[in-house]
């Protein structure tokens, strides 16, 4: 009778040599992410390569270090710059070798996994309030652009 295998090793198998066409050996650095920047700087960032040095050093039998490559949402790259040499070490610690010695950050809309955003209540007097604001504007564009920042102004969040 087959032997249970666990779902890591049959994952592992699928899509490891997709992870290795992007430079990284496992693909256990998206699962470990938010542990290693954070929850918070997690949901704005991810690796998206490894770039490991052409040349290495015939000299050293030590590999040298690679470049990571994290995609940015455009408002958190100035944390991560901020926070590179933290991570970089958290990386290395996180594989017990100097793997990676530089981040370069590549700004672009990150996914965001988890739950959604909750939506927005609007209270129906004040959005006829924005709508009257609003109605004396000629410009449709312009107008509907106004209807729309003013429903956001008044809108409330659900209390949590």
């Not at 918070?40 to 990571?68: F, Q």
């Not at 040499?85 to 990386?91: K, L, N």
């Not at 004040?126 to 509907?144: F, S």
Request: aromatic fraction near 4%; include cysteine.
């Amino acid at each position: 009778m087959a032997r249970v295998k666990p779902l890591a090793e049959l994952i592992e198998g699928c899509i490891g040599p997709a992870f290795a066409a992007q430079g990284f050996a496992s693909t256990d650095i998206l699962a470990a992410w938010p542990e290693i920047v954070g929850e918070r700087l997690a949901r704005y960032c991810r690796p998206s390569r490894l770039e490991w040095p052409k040349r290495r050093r015939k000299d050293s039998e030590v590999p040298e270090s690679g470049t990571l490559v994290v995609r940015v949402e455009g408002v958190f790259a100035i944390e991560l710059q901020h926070l590179a040499p933290v991570v970089i070490q958290r990386i290395n610690r996180h594989y017990g070798w100097a793997c990676v010695s530089r981040i370069v950050l590549q700004q672009d809309r990150v996914g965001r996994g988890g739950p959604q955003a909750r939506r927005t209540r609007i209270d129906p007097d004040r959005a006829v309030e924005v709508q009257k604001a609003v109605a004396g504007i000629a410009d449709d564009g312009l107008r509907a652009a106004l209807d729309r920042l003013g429903t956001a102004a008044v809108a409330t969040r659900p209390d949590r």
